[in-house]
């Protein structure tokens, strides 16, 4: 089956201007989160769908950083307007499972896009 | 809360010798812990996957992980390092009793193999 994907793989912007980074997941997977990895640390959390609605956007920086998933399955988060310290890489994950008292939370992780604000 | 603690940011073996990536936990639930790996310039790959199982988890390239309880510990093993080894590697937690579910990642262990 096919991955996860997004596109663009990389972007250069300056600062104070806006991006947007798009996510297709994996057939069938209702939900969806998005992550940004700055270097040299562990990816973390920015917000987590499932199917349309939002279940988790307590990590997000909701003054700069919007996302959404309309129809529940193609997501684009975008970030208007960047900051230096936006500079990471954004994963998009997608997992087939969802509600509590389920014994996997296996999510698949797209290639990410790297992302550099100067 | 859920967070993971890795003991070392980087771990260099010799090839041929064993590999141990040490790894820590907490969580308010019952947790789902897993391995993932990261390549330069690559995705991210499960390597291996606890959920309540039994506690000795095997995974790909022979990998194998233990999940002891008692000292809220789940450590990464390989007998014998190859080159292709050389890696990022994250230990993860997911707490299954919440609809939360996402992954609290630890902060990564760089593996560097020699030759």
């Known amino acids: 089956e096919a991955g996860v994907a997004q596109s663009p793989r990389y972007k250069i912007i300056e600062k104070r201007q806006s991006v947007a980074f798009w996510c297709n997941p994996i057939s069938g997977h209702a939900t969806l989160y998005w992550y940004q990895q700055i270097l040299g640390q562990g990816p973390k959390l920015l917000i987590q769908?499932?199917?349309?609605?939002?279940?988790?956007d307590s990590q997000l920086p909701k003054d700069r950083f919007s996302a959404e998933r309309l129809k529940g399955v193609d997501s684009t988060l975008k970030i208007q307007p960047a900051k230096l310290e936006d500079s990471a890489v954004y994963l998009c994950a997608s997992s087939p499972r969802r509600g509590p008292g389920l014994e996997n939370n296996e999510q698949f992780f797209g290639p990410g896009t790297r992302l550099t604000v100067l | 809360a859920q967070s993971v603690t890795q003991l070392d940011s980087h771990v260099s073996v010799s090839e041929g010798t064993p590999v141990l990536l040490r790894c820590n936990y907490s969580?308010?639930?019952?947790?789902?812990l897993f391995w993932y790996v990261q390549h330069p310039n690559k995705g991210l790959q499960l390597l291996l996957k606890y959920t309540s199982a039994a506690t000795l988890v095997k995974g790909i390239n022979g990998f194998e992980a233990e999940f002891k309880k008692s000292e809220t510990s789940f450590h990464l093993t390989k007998p014998s390092a190859h080159m292709s080894d050389a890696a990022e590697y994250f230990c993860v937690v997911s707490d299954r009793d919440t609809g939360r579910r996402a992954l609290t990642f630890g902060s990564g262990t760089r593996l560097q193999v020699q030759p």
């Open positions: 969580s308010s639930y019952s947790p789902s």
């Open positions: 769908f499932q199917n349309n609605g939002v279940v988790d």
